[in-house]
């Protein structure tokens, strides 16, 4: 399996992913809200694996620049779809990942990961490339799943059955706490972590950090 595998996963799904419902409205907008907070109308900012672009277009208005890439190009076409229908100038949708990105030539002031640090298969290694992404002092903003806080099956039976079906792509187990050293060890200083669920048992921190 490799990151092309994981390419078509999500091109395969893109469709039916596009018409899923938000599983925790008010959770969702409360990141948003947050999120929309610590960005000014200045930022040039990079969000990392938009999907189809739903977040991109609630908060690429209120900023400078908004580039908004995923790995999956189906995914990206959907979300120029949404754009064509109602353009917002600062924002562009790329099909590019973390590592495709320049920093010599590409350098933001926050840079977004909702539901995406999960589905890197080089945890360590896009959170360095994300900080040499940031310009000083920039901001890493993330909502991540932590496999390795849920039912233990899931991590440990589940999801290897389903990606050896192809019915799931790469998905990492770990903990919050690892999450953290992770990120404080990729040259981050974590300013806040937070929960925004608002029903049910959530193992996705809200985590702010920003580049030492």
Known sequence: ????????????????????????????????????????????????????GTTALRLAGDVQSYLATDISAEMIAIANEKHAAGPIPE??????????????????????????????????????????????????????????????????????AMRAIGKAPYAGVFLAAELSQHICAAGFDILATESHATRGNDHRPYIVARKR
């Open 1 to 52: 399996m490799s990151t092309a595998n994981d390419a078509r996963f999500w091109n395969r799904t893109s469709r039916k992913y596009a018409t899923g419902a938000i599983a925790d409205p008010v959770g969702y907008e409360r990141t948003l809200d947050r999120t929309r907070a610590l960005l000014g109308s200045d930022d040039r900012v990079l969000e990392l694996g938009c999907g189809t």
């Open 91 to 160: 924002l562009v949708f790329s099909t590019a990942t973390a590592e495709a990105l320049t920093p010599e030539t590409d350098q933001f002031d926050a840079v977004l990961g909702f539901n995406y640090l999960h589905l890197v298969r080089d945890l360590p290694g896009t959170l360095r490339r994300i900080h040499d992404l940031l310009a000083a002092k920039g901001l890493f903003i993330s909502k991540t799943p932590c496999v390795g806080d849920m039912n233990p099956l899931i991590g440990l039976a589940l999801l290897p």
